[in-house]
């Protein structure tokens, strides 16, 4: 089996990513996000060129993953609470400046679980909220293209629910 499989070095940040008590999808989603492989919008204009890459979450730049991540004002502020609360100052916020400094501290003391997950599923949240976004701006798009009796079936219906 194993002569079917070409080896490749480790990488460097796959105890980070898939410990053992890691919640399977948030690894796979933050994998995803150190690689750069996320879709966000300055990656799907390279296959619709017509769709606007301005980050959802601060109107003010485009969507890439250094942005989203760590630039934008929304989840810079997310970040500087969240590592200030667990400890992990001076952190530039950066993928590898992260990996690096996690990969150091985690190795001397290694923080509890729910530490590891709560820094861990930020980028997970954080896309998800831009996915959010832009799926009610979609909805709210569509809504206001329906004629104006069923605007009023589709609110009445949404306010039923809710």
Same mark, same amino acid.
């Given at each position: 089996? &194993?002569?079917?499989?070409? !080896?490749? !070095?480790?990488v460097?940040?796959?105890k980070?990513? +898939?410990?053992?008590?890691?919640? !399977?999808?948030?690894?796979?989603?933050?994998?995803?996000?150190i690689?750069?492989? %996320?879709?966000?919008?300055?990656r799907?204009?390279?296959?619709?060129?017509?769709?606007?890459?301005?980050?959802?979450?601060?109107?003010?730049?485009? &969507?890439?993953?250094?942005?989203?991540?760590?630039?934008?004002?929304?989840?810079?502020?997310? +970040?500087?609470q969240?590592?200030?609360?667990?400890?992990?100052?001076?952190?530039?916020?950066? +993928?590898?400046?992260?990996?690096? +400094?996690?990969?150091?501290?985690?190795?001397?003391?290694? !923080?509890?679980?729910?530490?590891?997950?709560?820094?861990l599923?930020l980028?997970?949240?954080?896309?998800?909220?831009? &996915?959010?976004?832009i799926?009610?701006?979609?909805?709210?798009?569509?809504?206001?293209?329906?004629?104006?009796?069923l605007?009023? %079936?589709f609110?009445?219906?949404?306010? %039923?629910?809710?």
């Open positions: 089996m &194993e002569s079917l499989r070409t !080896p490749h !070095p480790l460097s940040c796959y980070i990513v +898939w410990f053992p008590q890691n919640i !399977p999808r948030m690894g796979f989603v933050l994998w995803l996000a690689k750069g492989r %996320l879709s966000t919008l300055d799907v204009q390279r296959y619709d060129p017509q769709v606007v890459t301005t980050c959802v979450l601060c109107n003010s730049q485009a &969507e890439t993953h250094a942005h989203l991540f760590f630039e934008c004002f929304y989840s810079k502020a997310i +970040w500087t969240l590592l200030n609360k667990c400890g992990c100052l001076g952190i530039h916020l950066s +993928w590898n400046d992260l990996i690096d +400094w996690v990969s150091v501290h985690w190795k001397r003391s290694s !923080p509890s679980v729910v530490t590891k997950n709560f820094i599923r980028p997970s949240i954080l896309f998800g909220e831009s &996915e959010i976004v799926f009610l701006k979609a909805l709210e798009s569509l809504v206001e293209r329906l004629p104006r009796s605007q009023i %079936l609110v009445a219906g949404s306010l %039923l629910s809710s």
